[in-house]
């Protein structure tokens, strides 16, 4: 029967080989530090890459509900800026929400328009606020709160959880 190890698999198998093969070849200190700072960067990417489905598929659910509350609160404005934000919120917010887990290139697809849309739509509330929108500031703090939590996301994923560079022992 044939096997083949999964990217985690793989990786651990890198961080062993790297301190059974390479650490005790290692004479000087600054060596030895460079050997253990490359094994957490890969213990890093173990974690992101058992939790990057997961994100993917509850950032893009946010993003398509951020999309809805987006074309409602701007239901009123007016302007180039605001016709956008409504066809592109309109049109992106009815999307399905996408069931976990999904195959990694479709929901990397799904997940990456999304996010380019959102920059695009950064612009134009940016737009809106300097013509005196009240609406798109409030637009604003939707997205300021998606993107939050978006970042806290990737640090604990990245820097928190076990193995990672925070709290380390």
């Known amino acids: 029967m044939f096997t083949r190890p999964t990217i985690v698999e793989v990786i651990e198998g890198v961080m062993t080989s790297l301190v059974q093969d390479l650490g005790p070849e290692l004479q000087t200190t600054q060596a030895k530090i460079r050997l253990?700072?490359?094994?957490?960067?890969?213990?890093?990417?173990?974690?992101?890459?058992?939790?990057?489905?997961?994100?993917?598929?509850?950032?893009?659910?946010?993003?398509?509900a951020l999309y809805r509350a987006l074309a409602d609160r701007l239901r009123d404005s007016q302007g180039e800026a605001a016709v956008r934000i409504r066809e592109r919120s309109e049109q992106l917010g009815k999307?399905?929400?996408?069931?976990?887990?999904?195959?990694?290139?479709?929901?990397?697809?799904?997940?990456?328009?999304?996010?380019?849309?959102?920059?695009?739509?950064?612009?134009?509330?940016?737009?809106?606020?300097?013509?005196?929108?009240?609406?798109?500031?409030?637009?604003?703090?939707?997205?300021?709160?998606?993107?939050?939590?978006?970042s806290l996301r990737d640090f604990q994923a990245l820097m928190v959880n076990q193995g990672a560079l925070v709290g380390r022992g």
């Open 36 to 64: 253990q700072l490359n094994q957490t960067l890969l213990q890093c990417v173990i974690q992101r890459i058992q939790q990057e489905p997961q994100l993917m598929v509850t950032e893009h659910n946010e993003m398509t």
């Open 95 to 150: 999307q399905a929400d996408l069931p976990a887990p999904l195959a990694q290139t479709e929901l990397a697809k799904a997940h990456s328009n999304l996010t380019a849309e959102l920059v695009k739509t950064l612009g134009d509330l940016d737009e809106l606020i300097r013509t005196g929108d009240a609406s798109a500031a409030d637009g604003l703090q939707l997205v300021r709160g998606h993107l939050a939590l978006r």
